[in-house]
Nanobody
Framework: QVQLVESGGGLVQPGGSLRLSCAASGMILNSYPMAWHRQAAGNQREWVATIAIGGGTNYPNSVKGRFTISRDSAKNTVYLQMNSLKPEDTAVYYC???????WGKGTLVTVSS
C-alpha cells in the first residue's frame, strides 16, 4: 500500500524558512519525477516545484529563487526548502509522484507576523 506523508509545516514569520519533507512507503520515489503543490484556502491547487529523475528542477516564477526541491534516495524522501517566505505562501503543501494519483494529507504552512 502506497503512503505519502508530508511534514515540516508550521507557523513562520515573513522572511523565515521552513523545510518540508515527503516520505514514502510502498513505492520508490527515485523512480518518479516528483512535484510539490500547494493549495491556499479558497484557491485551486498550484504547482510549486518539480524534480526530474535525473535531478533537474523547475519552479514557477512565484517561488523561483526562494524554494529548492531535492531528494534523498537513501531515505526515500523528497524535500522542499522554502526561504524568504511571504504571507502569500500560506497554504497546505502536498507532494506527488508525477503521473500517479498518489497524494498525502499535506502539511500546513502559515506565514504570518
Amino acid at each position: 500500500q502506497v503512503q505519502l506523508v508530508e511534514s515540516g509545516g508550521g507557523l513562520v514569520q515573513p522572511g523565515g524558512s521552513l523545510r518540508l519533507s515527503c516520505a514514502a512507503s510502498g513505492m520508490i520515489l527515485n523512480s518518479y519525477p516528483m512535484a510539490w503543490h500547494r493549495q491556499a484556502a479558497g484557491n485551486q491547487r498550484e504547482w510549486v516545484a518539480t524534480i526530474a529523475i535525473g535531478g533537474g528542477t523547475n519552479y514557477p516564477n512565484s517561488v523561483k529563487g526562494r524554494f529548492t526541491i531535492s531528494r534523498d534516495s537513501a531515505k526515500n524522501t523528497v524535500y522542499l526548502q522554502m526561504n524568504s517566505l511571504k504571507p502569500e505562501d500560506t497554504a497546505v503543501y502536498y507532494c506527488n509522484p508525477m503521473g500517479t494519483n498518489y497524494w498525502g494529507k499535506g502539511t500546513l504552512v502559515t506565514v504570518s507576523s
